[in-house]
DNA sequence: CTGAAAGCGCTAACAT
DNA sequence: ATGTTAGCGCTTTCAG
């Protein structure tokens, strides 16, 4: 039987009234302070801990967020975004009610367990995703709600996705520092999301900068693994074999397109350059050398999305609603180098 | 302001309580059909949902576990261990409170954690790690508590880790299989939980199948990354270029060997079988060929946490303690053949 | 400055 | 078969 705060005031001699003020720290100048001494120490000495249950139901809502993700959990970086989303709601004195659902769940799964966690008190939600997903989300919620790496039609619904287009104008970047003209652009076929503003980008700074726009130079890998990564690039090289540089919509492909280079002698970044997206660490640090890309800012998504949702729980009037994009990093490694001046890049190995 | 039980039992023309008996399912034979059916009715048109503060607050419990990670939300697999055991957890018709602390977080705010969680009433405490780091825990608490992918000296707490000699002896047996003799070990220099079972089933199966256990067969990475496997790899290549076999202490060391390999001009699998551990398949599934390796069953460890967990909490008798293992899965991808046959393997590109 | 008392929404024991 | 009632532990008026 856990100690209550009738205990506890018993023990101080005092109501529980008073305890409760002094223990919820809003005693301050209106319990004597001889008292709530006694009520601290009572407390103490009885392993005092509340009763969340309690205080909820009195007070009709709870420190509490819920995080509904819709297949989050299958991608590597899950952890990174939920675990920032759960310290950065600790650090605002909430809890985190954690509830996985399939990516494709249907419309109805989500709204039962929307539902559900209205049960429980929560005091708004955060519907997580990845790729910024186009969501349809089902109508009636009470809580507040927030998207997390994910959009949908209802521009009402505060959201925070990448930056797609401005992350990968930032590696293009060092492929025109680096002075870079002939540059193969080596994509995923979905025209998703996330290669959309990506190839925008590329188009752009390769019209803004002067590269050489003449066909194939756009590949697309069959998948974005890279196995299909290397076939892509291989079938680049073989078209395009005056390529300096190749841009990669993520760093799988981009791992396939090491494998290719590998095998043909090339040496990166000697006798071409290359980039990724993603950063994905297992890939990108591990790759000889070291792979240029970008980071998603997954955990400033996770970050935001809390202290966003916190920010329109407590406020009094009515926040507009806000899509945030978020930057990811540049995250500067080997693989870029200038071009090779001679014309004729050595094709034999060694 | 949401609609209560008062509310339904208002509308059906009953009593809170008949109301309360039909929509948690108690009802049956107790309630008469036509007044249940009109409770339902009147929940479903009102659109009832309950309140689980009140509930828990009268029931002294909830079906809620804790999910205190420490540090798992930095692993790549995070998500697909938390996510498990959500699931388990939901099929079980329990929720989970996730929260995130560093890995080394200090015994004092595991410990505050855990208390934080007991406000929450939660019915049972999962503390989750990785590599089945032993941990110290906290003397105190209330809830049953069971350790995921971690161990603690205290032998009556539940406990699951995988089994490494098990899963580590499946893989090298596909180079049993393949023939091979003369097999170098890649391994870590950490003499962790994870390498010390996976060092001496490599031992042990060397000293069982008559391999060649001659010097210069272990080579010990300076870390588990695969530059430094690459570094380990080209040593043990120079030192023993008779290795017909290389089985890597995880899949980060097994991409370095490859890249060594690949320098050198040796082609896998047919001049050198190499396998992994772990199964990350950002790279076991990228590089070419497919590697073949090990999976650590994270899904797996999760759901059987959780299953344990509620387990424990719903039994009436106090359960013996269990420290569970679980093997992972071989998965054979293209990394693994027959040796050379002819003595000298070639040492010529392509 | 402090205590008494009401009541959040629900369940369960007890009446009827 | 159903209704009445008494709390679960806490916060919050409202008196004093």
Redesign the interface.
Do not use: C, K, W
């Given at each position: 039987m856990?100690t209550t705060l009738k205990d506890v005031a018993r023990r101080a001699g005092v109501s529980v009234a008073s305890a409760s003020l002094v223990l919820s720290g809003k005693g301050e100048g209106r319990i004597a302070e001889s008292n709530a001494e006694r009520i601290r120490e009572a407390a103490e000495a009885l392993g005092y801990?509340?009763?969340?249950?309690?205080r909820?139901?009195r007070q009709r809502s709870?420190p509490l967020l819920g995080?509904l993700?819709l297949g989050?959990?299958?991608?590597?970086?899950?952890?990174?975004m939920?675990?920032?989303a759960?310290?950065t709601a600790?650090d605002h004195d909430h809890?985190?009610?954690?509830?996985?659902l399939e990516a494709e769940a249907p419309l109805q799964d989500v709204e039962e367990n929307l539902?559900?966690l209205?049960?429980?008190?929560v005091s708004g939600v955060i519907v997580a995703s990845y790729n910024h997903r186009r969501l349809r989300l089902p109508a009636l919620h009470?809580a507040p709600l927030l998207l997390l790496d994910a959009t949908t039609t209802d521009l009402s619904v505060d959201s925070v996705v990448p930056d797609e287009y401005a992350a990968e104008a930032k590696v293009l970047g060092t492929l025109v520092d680096a002075g870079h003209r002939v540059v193969g652009w080596l994509c995923e076929p979905s025209g998703g999301e996330a290669a959309l503003p990506r190839t925008a980008a590329y188009r752009d700074i390769a019209r803004d900068h002067g590269w050489d726009t003449s066909p194939g130079l756009e590949v697309y890998a069959a998948t974005s693994?890279?196995?299909d990564g290397?076939a892509a690039m291989a079938r680049l090289l073989d078209t395009r074999p005056d390529v300096t540089a190749v841009a990669c919509f993520n760093d799988?492909l981009a791992?396939?397109a090491y494998?290719a280079c590998?095998?043909r002698g090339l040496r990166i970044p000697d006798d071409i350059s290359l980039v990724g997206y993603d950063d994905?660490t297992?890939?990108s640090?591990?790759?000889?050398p070291g792979l240029t890309t970008v980071s998603l800012p997954h955990r400033e998504m996770g970050s935001w999305a809390v202290t966003r949702l916190i920010e329109r729980i407590e406020s009094a009037e009515a926040l507009a609603p806000r899509q945030e994009t978020i930057i990811g990093d540049l995250v500067v490694r080997g693989s870029v180098a200038a071009p090779r001046t001679n014309s004729r890049r050595r094709r034999t190995?060694r």
């Open positions: 856990a801990r509340g009763n969340r249950a309690a909820s139901l709870a995080m993700s989050v959990a299958t991608e590597p970086y899950a952890g990174a939920l675990g920032a759960q310290r600790r809890d985190l009610l954690y509830i996985e539902r559900l209205e049960e429980h008190q009470t693994d890279a196995s290397y799988r791992m396939g494998l590998f095998e994905q297992l890939i640090e591990a790759l000889r190995r």
